[in-house]
């Protein structure tokens, strides 16, 4: 549907994931799948109006270090290829010897 797709929008160009792998913060507005990922990691700042984003960027570089290692978990947990490389190598191994 319309909606789902756009909660999976910024998923499609992998800039924000680039973002992440660099260990750089976002911010976002408060869309499923983004807002989640940076309340669970710590990798950026939810916001809910184009006027929380001067704080948010204040808050951001105020603890830079922190939401940067948060940035790196995310990516490591969300879109890390080798890690989903290897769960499928695990799995046609296991095929392969049935």
Not at 9 to 27: D, E, Q, R
Request: net charge neutral.
């Amino acid at each position: 549907s319309e909606d789902r797709n756009i909660n999976f929008v910024g998923l499609s160009s992998g800039k924000i994931a680039h973002y992440l792998f660099c260990g750089k913060p976002i911010i976002v507005n408060r869309i499923p799948f983004w807002s989640d990922v940076i309340i669970e990691c710590g990798c950026g700042v939810v916001v809910d109006d184009f006027d929380e984003i001067p704080a948010a960027v204040k808050d951001i570089l105020s603890k830079y270090h922190v939401y940067s290692a948060g940035a790196q978990k995310a990516y490591e947990k969300y879109f890390d290829m080798d890690a989903y490389t290897q769960i499928i190598k695990s799995r046609l191994k296991a095929i392969g010897a049935r």
